[in-house]
């Protein structure tokens, strides 16, 4: 049977654009699934935004109001977007008046914003999410597979890492993604990715040391409704400084005993979204990097015949989970967009059937307590031990 879900968006930049476009696709991608999204209003502080969000994307209506979209008794579900300083208060808000929430990472400001999010929903009771994109490559679900069943053997290390030179130009706005009073910098921006793909990969983590740098002080400022994170502004204009930060790396002990490299920068030079992992167990190892997201290197032991030890290629296809919604061969190439709709499909479906899915806040959570042991660490230049739920 099927089932309408009123939808209202909060934040109309680029990830509101694409998180829009995504349940749109829910009916065609999934066709069969009976979920029915319903784009009923959107919201964004520029005026312009809203207004042309809700033309291109065919929302009855739009609002420069997000408590407007709260509000409004046709929404269902409530999709955040917004810039990660306004996380916590939407949240709030949207769990309070029993509405089902997507939230983008990091879920707060910087981490206790996250677990007040977390603690939120436990009260509310109503279904979450985070997202945690790159968790729904198909060849990354088949690698998680793999771990579950064994077939890596016992985990003995693991390197992961979002290396992503959106800021490498000096000249890059000075968005809130740069600002401490707005939130944290890479720590929340890129290396929750990386964090929360070593849980699902690896399991939690339950010691680490942490270390980190700003390696471009000063930008340009941005003016309101002009561009993204990715735009440049001009070298005579005014400029502000740089108050979070740009790299972070971090060794880490997981709880099964496996031991790993986490790193993630903002500003680096020749990677472009290298948002990767390398995962080591004693019958053998993977790695995937979503730059290359469509294949997947694995390797088993092979004692019978050592000229055979070493990594082979495989390619994403309809075997493997997700694929077969957007095309039938092997080989024909999934992208960001699409595990955008696979993330939407799986928030819904879990909001049908009452039943929380991964990852919702309480995941968001687990890697906020992650990342208060590497701000611990990055005082105290020690080891440090990450809180249990």
């Not at 929404?75 to 977007?81: F, G, P, S």
């Not at 921006?189 to 929360?196: E, G, K, R, V």
């Amino acid at each position: 049977m099927a089932q309408v879900f009123g939808v209202g968006i909060i934040g109309m930049g680029w990830m509101g654009e694409v998180h829009s476009r995504s349940y749109r696709s829910i009916p065609d991608r999934f066709a069969g699934s009976g979920l029915i999204p319903k784009l009923v209003i959107c919201a964004d502080g520029v005026e312009e935004r809203a207004r042309g969000a809700q033309l291109r994307f065919g929302f009855q209506r739009f609002t420069t109001d997000w408590r407007q979209v709260i509000a409004d008794p046709e929404v269902k579900v409530v999709d955040v977007a917004a810039p990660n300083g306004m996380h916590l208060e939407i949240n709030r808000a949207a769990l309070q008046a029993g509405k089902h929430v997507l939230c983008e990472k990091p879920v707060g400001r910087e981490p206790r914003e996250t677990l007040e999010s977390y603690a939120a929903a436990r009260k509310a009771g109503t279904v979450t999410f985070v997202g945690y994109n790159y968790r729904w490559a198909p060849l990354v679900q088949y690698a998680r597979k793999l771990v579950a069943e064994g077939k890596l053997g016992k985990l003995t290390h693991y390197h992961g890492r979002f290396l992503n030179g959106y800021a490498g130009d000096p000249l890059g706005f000075l968005s809130w993604r740069f600002e401490q009073a707005q939130g944290l910098g890479t720590l929340g921006d890129l290396m929750s990715h990386a964090i929360d793909m070593a849980h699902m990969m690896a399991g939690p983590i339950e010691s680490l040391t942490a270390d980190q740098e700003i390696f471009i002080k000063r930008r340009p400022i941005q003016q309101p409704g002009s561009g993204t994170h990715y735009d440049r502004g001009r070298s005579d204009g005014p400029m502000g400084d740089v108050t979070n930060e740009d790299y972070v790396s971090a060794l880490v002990h997981f709880q099964n005993g496996a031991r790993g490299l986490l790193e993630s920068c903002r500003v680096i030079n020749g990677a472009k979204c290298d948002m990767s992992f390398e995962l080591h167990g004693t019958k053998g190892a993977v790695k995937w990097n979503f730059e290359r997201m469509n294949e997947l290197q694995l390797q088993f032991r092979r004692d019978d015949d050592l000229a055979q030890e070493g990594y082979t290629t495989i390619l994403s296809g309809p075997a493997h989970p997700y694929h077969r919604h957007f095309n039938p061969g092997p080989g024909i190439s999934l992208g960001y967009d699409d595990l955008k709709v696979i993330e939407a499909y799986e928030f819904l479906s879990s909001v049908a059937s009452g039943k929380q899915g991964e990852p919702g806040f309480r995941e968001a959570a687990a890697v906020a307590r992650v990342q208060q042991a590497i701000i611990r660490s990055w005082e105290s230049k020690r080891w440090e031990t990450v809180e249990k739920e």
